[in-house]
Every structure is written in structure tokens, then in C-alpha cells.
């Protein structure tokens, strides 16, 4: 029972560590979790036309980033609500199937999220005025 309580906490902190996820080759854990992410990321453009600064963005664990279905269960996203709709999303650029984020560092899987998840709608209505 403790064991379950503990999962269910880390799960709800969203401290990005209990992924599962197989690395891009070349990759280590630490430049996954925080970076640098490739070139063509760096300062790239989100779904949203959001300019990456890599200077000025958040650690996953100060965004609650976790795996999406994860954060369905505990109650932090609506269903559907995951990076790859999000409007900060940068999608894969190199075939690894892993993107970017222009707030948070590190790879961004697109079946993640996190508090900082933006409709790619919103964004744009938001700029238009």
C-alpha cells in the first residue's frame, strides 16, 4: 500500500523522473531531462509561432511534467489535453519522435504535459488581439 501511495505522490509532484521512455540514441538521461536539445530546436518556432529562448525556460520538475494519461488520472489535465496539441509544442524534427517545448527544457515526448499546456486555439486568439 505504501509503495502505491509513493507512485501515486511522485505521479501527482510530476517530478518527470518516472518516465519510461527509450532515449534517442546518443542521448543521456540528464541531456534528455534538461538538455541542450539539436540545433534545429534551440530556437525554434512552436505550434503557436512561440519563439524557443533557451535561456528562459523552466525545469520540468518546476512544471508538473509527466506523462499526459498520468496526469488525466490525477486530475491536472482534461482528456486529450497532451504537448503534441499544445501551442508551446515544437514537433519532431529529426525523427526521434521526441520535439521541444518554448518553455521548458530538455526532450518533450508528445504524449506528455504539463501546467504550462496552452490549446494551440487560445494561443492564436490570444495573438490576434
Not at 28 to 35: L, T, V
Not at 67 to 83: I, K, L, N, R, Y
Request: net charge negative; with cysteine.
Amino acid at each position: 500500500m505504501e509503495e502505491a501511495e509513493a507512485e501515486a505522490e511522485q505521479t501527482a509532484e510530476g517530478d518527470g523522473e518516472d518516465h519510461e521512455e527509450e532515449l534517442p540514441e546518443g542521448v543521456s538521461e540528464e541531456e534528455f531531462e534538461r538538455g541542450p536539445v539539436p540545433e534545429a530546436y534551440r530556437t525554434a518556432l512552436s505550434q503557436a509561432n512561440e519563439e524557443r529562448d533557451p535561456d528562459r525556460l523552466f525545469t520540468k520538475e518546476e512544471v508538473q511534467f509527466q506523462e499526459a494519461d498520468d496526469a488525466v488520472a490525477a486530475g491536472f489535465a482534461d482528456e486529450g489535453s497532451d504537448c503534441g496539441n499544445c501551442a508551446e509544442y515544437i514537433p519532431d524534427k529529426n525523427g526521434d519522435g521526441f520535439g521541444a517545448c518554448a518553455k521548458v527544457e530538455g526532450y518533450i515526448d508528445p504524449e506528455d504535459w504539463c501546467v504550462v499546456w496552452e490549446s494551440i486555439e487560445d494561443a492564436e486568439a490570444e495573438q490576434e488581439s
